[in-house]
């Protein structure tokens, strides 16, 4: 009997750490005119970003089909636990597809554990990580849920965009709420809340939205994991990462978001996950 620990592309997990760690990924999709690409596999982060810098488009992204997690289901043997770690059921339907595929599996010896992450991108690796660190420690699936369901209510997500049309053209916010944004310049300090996207503060510049996402870590202690997550923004967030080291001893991760997150967003997002 083994554990499958299976999540999707918006985890957008370290570099390799899916292939060391025996991490099964199920991709999303990006939609550009009449072609489809895979996240994380067909185009890179920065082809992606630079396309969307470069010309008018308005992508569309997609959940997984049923297809895509029948096809790793089918491949676990008997008497094997899964447990299936997924972006907000607020935020995509990929839960939806993984939940169906459940339903259509005829081997009833295989367990299959799925959980809506409340979050996305880092906020999702973070749980990911946890897990696989649990099984190598030999945690059962119920202790590793326990222990996920306690990061998940711990777990806090602010960010800026650097462009509301973003969000709105993806159906985050409302069409008013963008046009208020763009007219007053308001730089709205954003965060998942509940596993959906929120307004946390109204500021109205973007050096005052990333300073309040800083001051955000002074309401707590003892923090075990903290990120800086960026879309095409790198330098921004090395300056991000040098002025937040104060806050932590430990190591802090910087994390590009990948390209279905990144289209909702847009280029130049810029935000804190920690726990």
């Given at each position: 009997?083994?554990?499958?620990?299976?999540?999707?592309?918006?985890?957008?997990?370290?570099?390799?750490?899916?292939?060391?760690?025996?991490?099964?990924?199920?991709?999303?999709?990006?939609?550009?005119?009449?072609?489809?690409?895979?996240?994380?596999?067909?185009?890179?982060?920065?082809?992606?970003?630079?396309?969307?810098?470069?010309?008018?488009?308005?992508?569309?992204?997609?959940?997984?089909?049923?297809?895509?997690?029948?096809?790793?289901?089918?491949?676990?043997?008997?008497n094997d636990d899964a447990l299936v770690l997924l972006i907000s059921s607020q935020l995509s339907g990929t839960i939806q597809s993984a939940q169906l595929a459940s339903d259509m599996m005829d081997n009833k010896d295989?367990?299959?554990?799925?959980?809506?992450?409340?979050?996305?991108?880092?906020?999702?690796?973070?749980?990911?990580?946890?897990?696989?660190?649990?099984?190598?420690?030999?945690?059962n699936i119920d202790e590793i849920k326990a222990e996920i369901g306690k990061i998940r209510d711990q777990l806090k997500i602010f960010f800026v965009v650097d462009d509301l049309e973003y969000l709105s053209r993806g159906?985050?916010?409302?069409?008013?709420?963008?046009?208020?944004?763009?007219?007053?310049?308001?730089?709205?300090?954003?965060?998942?809340?509940?596993?959906?996207?929120?307004?946390?503060?109204?500021?109205?510049?973007?050096?005052?939205?990333?300073?309040?996402?800083?001051?955000?870590?002074?309401?707590?202690?003892?923090?075990?994991?903290?990120?800086?997550?960026?879309?095409?923004?790198?330098?921004?967030?090395?300056?991000?990462?040098?002025?937040?080291?104060?806050?932590?001893?430990?190591?802090?991760?910087?994390?590009?978001?990948?390209?279905?997150?990144?289209?909702?967003?847009?280029?130049?997002?810029?935000?804190?996950?920690?726990?």
């Amino acid at each position: 009997m083994a554990l499958n620990i299976i999540t999707d592309s918006t985890a957008d997990l370290p570099a390799h750490f899916a292939e060391n760690n025996s991490v099964k990924v199920v991709p999303l999709n990006i939609h550009i005119r009449n072609e489809v690409f895979r996240d994380g596999i067909d185009i890179s982060n920065s082809d992606y970003y630079s396309l969307l810098r470069r010309e008018k488009i308005f992508p569309l992204t997609s959940q997984p089909s049923s297809g895509d997690f029948l096809n790793i289901y089918e491949n676990l043997q008997n008497n094997d636990d899964a447990l299936v770690l997924l972006i907000s059921s607020q935020l995509s339907g990929t839960i939806q597809s993984a939940q169906l595929a459940s339903d259509m599996m005829d081997n009833k010896d295989i367990r299959i554990e799925i959980i809506d992450s409340l979050s996305t991108t880092t906020g999702l690796a973070f749980q990911v990580i946890k897990a696989c660190e649990l099984k190598k420690a030999g945690k059962n699936i119920d202790e590793i849920k326990a222990e996920i369901g306690k990061i998940r209510d711990q777990l806090k997500i602010f960010f800026v965009v650097d462009d509301l049309e973003y969000l709105s053209r993806g159906g985050r916010i409302s069409h008013i709420s963008k046009l208020i944004g763009s007219i007053l310049q308001i730089k709205p300090v954003l965060c998942i809340n509940k596993g959906k996207i929120e307004v946390f503060e109204k500021i109205r510049t973007r050096k005052k939205a990333v300073e309040r996402i800083i001051f955000e870590l002074n309401n707590y202690e003892n923090l075990q994991k903290l990120a800086v997550i960026h879309v095409d923004a790198l330098d921004e967030a090395l300056l991000l990462h040098d002025k937040i080291k104060e806050f932590f001893p430990g190591k802090i991760l910087i994390n590009e978001v990948g390209p279905v997150i990144g289209t909702h967003t847009g280029p130049g997002s810029l935000g804190l996950v920690f726990y």
